[in-house]
């Protein structure tokens, strides 16, 4: 039977708690674990994992054969040539960053000192406390070096998650869709709840959740042409015309809604779904200064 590489990781916070909770699950050794405030090695089977004051690997009994990096993207560039300083076989080593944003080159400095290193993105929200089952039936997003992604495949498909390959590029794009499907959402859906208090209607975001779930599940079921619905895609300028002008005493939302309109506008002209000269209209009231 292959023995399981020893994992360490650096940064224990909520994707690299998770990450494991998944490898301890599975029986791969840990090595090693690291934060800003110290670390954690394996001694021994009897005393398991000892802690110790610095915060990296300083030596090569603290550094597994695979090392995941799970900290701050800003922190990446710095962690990895602080560790490829140090008298490690780097050649037997294999190092994975998380980071959506940022491509294996990061890792440069390790690559040159003879490890393989890869991003490997899981796309999925994580909060402090999850556990292995929130990678259950995401989309894991591979990068960088061939064999280790190769490597890096079952492993994905052992978590329940589904693994795929992007270029550097790519992966980039990626994240920038990653980021408006997720932390936009929420500040939109902030900017809802901001409209639900203001004119005093209590437990508003529950009143919606039907409306957004449903709505969300007509963007998958149908797609995004068919799942607009509303006064733009039914060409309904004078309900626009009066949201705008309720909207003018707070030119921060009147803009969002304009915004947001505009990107309506054209959906419902690929959708057709509206005749021409309503939708004219509305995309003239939304690129106007005025409501009116």
């Known amino acids: 039977m292959t023995q399981k590489p020893a994992i360490t990781i650096i940064g224990t916070g909520s994707v690299g708690s998770v990450l494991q909770d998944f490898f301890e699950g599975e029986g791969y050794p840990m090595c090693s674990l690291w934060n800003s405030r110290g670390g954690k090695v394996y001694a021994s089977e009897k005393a398991g994992l000892l802690s110790v004051s610095h915060s990296l690997p300083q030596k090569e009994s603290e550094v597994g054969d695979w090392i995941f990096i799970t900290i701050p993207d800003d922190q990446i560039l710095k962690t990895s040539d602080q560790l490829a300083k140090l008298l490690v076989s780097w050649r037997d080593k294999c190092v994975i960053h998380c980071s959506g944003n940022l491509s294996s080159e990061v890792l440069g400095s390790l690559k040159k000192a003879g490890a393989k290193t890869v991003s490997m993105h899981p796309i999925q929200t994580f909060k402090k406390g999850d556990d292995r089952n929130r990678l259950k039936d995401i989309y894991v997003s591979l990068e960088g070096d061939e064999e280790l992604m190769q490597m890096l495949i079952p492993v994905i498909q052992k978590m329940g998650a589904h693994p795929f390959v992007l270029t550097a590029g790519g992966k980039q794009s990626l994240h920038i869709a990653a980021v408006f499907a997720s932390n936009y959402l929420v500040a939109l859906m902030g900017s809802v709840e901001q409209i639900l208090k203001q004119n005093d209607i209590e437990n508003g975001l529950h009143i919606l959740k039907p409306l957004v779930e449903q709505t969300l599940h007509n963007v998958f079921e149908k797609g995004v042409d ?24 707070d030119p921060q939302l009147q803009a969002l809604y304009k915004l947001l309109g505009m990107a309506a506008v054209d959906i419902a002209k690929t959708s057709g779904k509206a005749a021409t000269g309503e939708i004219d209209i509305i995309e003239a009231l939304l690129s106007s200064k005025t409501p009116g």
């Open 226 to 249: 068919e799942a607009l619905t509303g006064p733009i895609s039914r060409g309904d300028s004078e309900t626009v015309r009066a949201h705008l002008e309720q909207l003018s005493s």
